[in-house]
């Protein structure tokens, strides 16, 4: 089985619990010793690492065969890129609950952290995953010249109608790509309009799924 270590945390004198994301939803790994230095398990044992190891029949177990598919060293090495790679993981950490579609959601969360630009990536992810929870917006337009985009309406706001904008008809167009394209299809031409993305992305989640993502702010 292969998945994705999304939080790391010591055990007792010289272990680690890994808590890792895999197509199938969250299981806990034990890696012992993986806090000695010179332990075999140390390096494969960290935050953002895609592994291989072997599956076990409930949700905690020993880690077993572990492998690393992929380190992510080129996101590790950059603050920033690792911030971004963080907000990812911390949606999957506290809003990905057990019968959603682990499938899916495993396959955008690999497809994202290995596209060409991650800060794009991670806030497309997060629009992404805003459908896949539950909270979609409807941003396809009915032929009424739009306003700009509503938070607390979830959908396009057009001309004539009172309710509050949260976004401009510019910044909306930046959010659909941002919400439809492939990963690999974004490109820096979307950077203008980011921080206003940001901004809209950590309200919605905090006004929708009443969550606050720590890693957006």
């Known amino acids: ?29 034990l890696a ?9 398990s140390r390096i494969l044992s960290q935050f953002l ?3 291989d190891f072997k599956e076990g029949k409930k949700s905690f177990y020993p880690l077993q065969e572990g492998k690393i598919i992929h380190d992510f060293h080129e996101i590790k090495n950059d603050f ?19 019968n959603a579609d682990h499938s899916l959601i495993f396959n955008e969360l690999i497809l ?4 060409p630009f991650i800060d794009l990536s991670a806030l497309s992810f997060s629009l ?27 959908s396009l706001v057009y001309q004539g109608e009172a309710d509050q904008i949260d976004l401009d008809t510019k910044d909306a167009i930046t959010l659909l790509k941002l919400s439809v394209m492939p990963y690999s299809s ?4 979307l950077n203008e309009h980011l921080d206003k ?21």
């Open 186 to 189: 974004l490109d820096q031409s």
């Open 80 to 98: 920033q890129l690792t911030k971004y790679a963080a907000l990812m993981l911390e949606i999957v950490d506290h809003l990905v609950v057990e």
């Open 112 to 115: 994202a952290l290995k596209s």
């Open 32 to 40: 012992q010793g993986a806090q000695k230095v010179n332990h075999a």
């Open 1 to 29: 089985m292969e998945g994705i270590i999304f939080k790391v945390q010591p055990y007792q004198e010289h272990s680690r619990l890994l808590f890792v994301y895999t197509n199938r939803g969250k299981v806990t790994l």
């Open 197 to 217: 993305i940001k901004e809209f992305i950590l309200k919605y989640y905090s006004y929708h799924l009443q969550t606050t993502l720590k890693n957006l702010q």
């Open 49 to 51: 690492t895609h592994i």
């Open 128 to 154: 992404k995953m805003i459908n896949l929870l539950g909270y979609g917006m409807d941003l396809s337009p009915d032929g009424r010249k739009v306003k700009g985009v509503s938070i607390e309406k979830g």
